[in-house]
């Protein structure tokens, strides 16, 4: 059974660098692509970006390249960095393993969905 | 962009079927999934690739999408089924888009 485990601090100051790890157990790192997703408060669900099992990235454009995702293969891991902060960062950050479909009918010729999901981090954006 | 809309809440009478719909320009000509989260819980994938049901999600979950409309329906509502439900699909500036969310209450 895949498991999925967000750790990093719930509090970052503005304008300062968020980081984020995420510890997959129960597959390997390398098999398959790996996602974050973040939910405000109270709001719905925001894709960040996703990297594949061969390093291959790919963000949501609303982020203005302030994220960045990498993988530690050696600790089964992957993280996200997210830079320059506001208090609009503030939510539930998510890690997924993001299972794919090659397609003619997907963007880009691939379609993704998410299963499973971590936990979910709560981190604050606050002085 | 391209914008997913759910309509925010959506009644039910347990036992009855539920219908929550998701609307997109040609949202048929994509494949859609479905997300329940429950509160206080993340997301539990319910429906992949419009009708595909993950192991272990009961069979009253089914899914279509056809036209502009996708469409997840819970046949038998449950109290248990009581949640927040997301559609996702994408657009052709981002391989991910979510809609809004529909909070689906059992009366």
């Known amino acids: 059974q895949v498991q999925l485990q967000e750790s990093g601090p719930g509090l970052v100051k503005p304008s300062e660098t968020l980081s984020l790890t995420c510890t997959v157990s129960?597959?390997?790192?390398?098999?398959?692509?790996w996602s974050w997703i973040r939910q405000s408060p109270g709001k719905g669900l925001e894709w960040i970006g996703y990297?594949?099992?061969?390093?291959?990235?790919n963000y949501n454009p609303s982020l203005k390249s302030r994220a960045t995702i990498s993988v530690d293969t050696s600790k089964n891991q992957f993280s996200l960095t997210l830079t320059s902060v506001t208090a609009a960062d503030t939510a539930i950050y998510y890690c997924?393993?993001?299972?794919?479909?090659?397609?003619?009918?997907?963007?880009?010729?691939?379609?993704?969905?998410?299963?499973?999901w971590g936990q979910g981090t709560l981190v604050t954006v606050s002085s | 962009s391209y914008e997913l809309t759910q309509p925010p809440s959506v009644s039910v009478s347990p036992g009855q079927p539920a219908s929550i719909t998701c609307s997109a320009d040609?949202?048929?000509?994509?494949?859609a999934s479905w997300y329940q989260q429950k509160p206080g819980q993340s997301p539990v994938l319910v429906i992949y690739?419009?009708?595909k049901r993950p192991s272990g999600i009961p069979e009253r979950f089914s899914g279509s999408n056809s036209g502009d409309t996708a469409t997840l329906t819970i046949s038998g509502t449950q109290a248990v089924d009581e949640a927040d439900y997301y559609c996702?699909?994408?657009?052709?500036?981002?391989?991910?888009?979510f809609g809004g969310g529909t909070k689906l209450t059992v009366l």
């Open positions: 690739e419009d009708n």
């Open positions: 997924a393993r993001a299972m794919t479909l090659a397609s003619r009918y997907c963007s880009g010729g691939r379609c993704y969905w998410f299963d499973p």
């Open positions: 996702q699909a994408w657009d052709s500036r981002s391989p991910v888009v």
């Open positions: 129960g597959d390997s790192i390398s098999n398959s692509y």
């Open positions: 040609k949202l048929g000509s994509r494949y």
């Open positions: 990297i594949s099992y061969s390093g291959t990235t």
